[in-house]
């Protein structure tokens, strides 16, 4: 689901399988005898992934629910995003790489495209530029380290008529996509309480019936505005507007060194020209079980982080010295807020379609690297990260 609005590409690549052989005679006896490895991706999962991509280090973030993935990773100092472009088969897929930097300056820009194929640890494949001029491979294996977690994956969803008795009735829908921690220790289970309050849910709540009754209410407050629309003598030309959607999804930015990052993504549609959207960070202390906050992170005053702020958005956004912010912006300045989020190399400061500027120019991101903010840097924080 995430960033499937802003993906328009489509196209088809097929991977050829890759077998691995056996090390020697010696070992074919306990290969014979260990458990199979499963070549075939299931149905919903959540995996961690470190390798490498044109021989640079990564690690990527992969989410599939139904016939939907997802993803992010950081390369050469741009976050990127992955959505679906084609599923094939059973263990190999074809995603999209969306950059929000690359979608700003560049609307006709021909996005690349991650063709991988899931060998039983990891993926193997290519990435492809959109004009096909280059082509790198890449090879990626699922890993855990201490100071990571691994999560299932699932959705819950349902729907409802406006009128029942009318095959081609307007509908209203919702789902939520989330992620629950395999682990059952402490960690675990404050990790899985975190994760029901960022649906909305009681920290003991049963995720299926806690989904269900949100989304009763929503299907309650739905069929209250259809009955409105018809007592105030409207015709059926209503209609046309009330296909009504409400979805969520939690993924996952950063899972190392005892933090998980939780992108919340919520998009929703109640009529009008377009529906919208938005994302709220959620930077969590697993170790420390807490939530941070951004001076868990760094010490500084807003006008030295405004400074700061500016003067990466110029150069991220390419605005020249002698032009306004408002070339890009509403204003001509941005000030910091508290939907920030981080990995190995920075913090990022996210700003949510109208927040700073208008619909059209989607979410803007602001990526500070920690040289700018070295001596700002929490030392707690800069330790556990390895920031020298």
Not at 267 to 289: I, Q, R
Request: with cysteine; aromatic share 14%.
């Amino acid at each position: 689901m995430k960033y499937f609005f802003l993906c328009f590409l489509s196209g088809l690549l097929i991977i050829s399988a890759c077998n691995n052989p056996k090390n020697s005679a010696n070992n074919t006896e306990a290969t014979n005898n260990a458990t199979p490895i499963k070549t075939e991706l299931s149905d919903s999962f959540y995996k961690r992934l470190e390798g490498t991509i044109a021989g640079k280090k990564v690690v990527l973030h992969l989410q599939k629910v139904d016939d939907d993935v997802s993803g992010t990773y950081y390369y050469d100092g741009a976050w990127l995003n992955l959505s679906t472009d084609t599923l094939i088969g059973k263990d190999s897929i074809v995603l999209t790489e969306y950059s929000f930097y690359e979608s700003y300056f560049s609307p006709d820009f021909k996005s690349p495209h991650l063709a991988l194929k899931w060998n039983g640890n990891g993926f193997s494949g290519h990435w492809e530029s959109g004009d096909k001029t280059k082509k790198y491979p890449i090879a990626l294996t699922e890993k855990y380290p201490e100071g990571s977690y691994p999560f299932n994956a699932g959705i819950y969803k349902d729907a409802i008529k406006a009128f029942a008795d009318q095959p081609k009735s307007p509908t209203a829908e919702i789902s939520f996509e989330y992620l629950e921690s395999k682990s059952n220790d402490e960690y675990g289970n404050w990790l899985n309480s975190e994760l029901k309050k960022i649906s909305g849910l009681k920290s003991q709540a049963d995720r299926p019936i806690g989904f269900k009754n949100i989304a009763a209410a929503y299907f309650k407050d739905y069929k209250t505005q259809v009955a409105e629309e018809q007592k105030n003598g409207r015709d059926n030309d209503f209609q046309a507007w009330m296909n009504y959607t409400e979805n969520s999804q939690q993924s996952v930015n950063y899972n190392d060194n005892g933090y998980i990052v939780i992108d919340f993504l919520a998009d929703s549609y109640t009529g009008g020209a377009h529906g919208n959207y938005s994302s709220t960070m959620f930077c969590l202390d697993v170790m420390n079980k807490k939530q941070l906050a951004l001076n868990d992170i760094i010490k500084i005053d807003s006008n030295t982080l405004q400074s700061i702020l500016e003067r990466n958005l110029r150069k991220e956004y390419n605005i020249k010295a002698k032009d306004a912010l408002s070339t890009v912006l509403f204003d001509d300045f941005i000030k910091p807020n508290n939907n920030f989020y981080f990995n190995a190399n920075g913090i990022a400061f996210m700003y949510n379609p109208y927040e700073v500027a208008s619909y059209a120019q989607g979410q803007i991101v602001v990526f500070v690297p920690y040289s700018d903010l070295k001596t700002y840097l929490v030392p707690a924080f800069a330790k556990r990260m390895g920031i020298k």
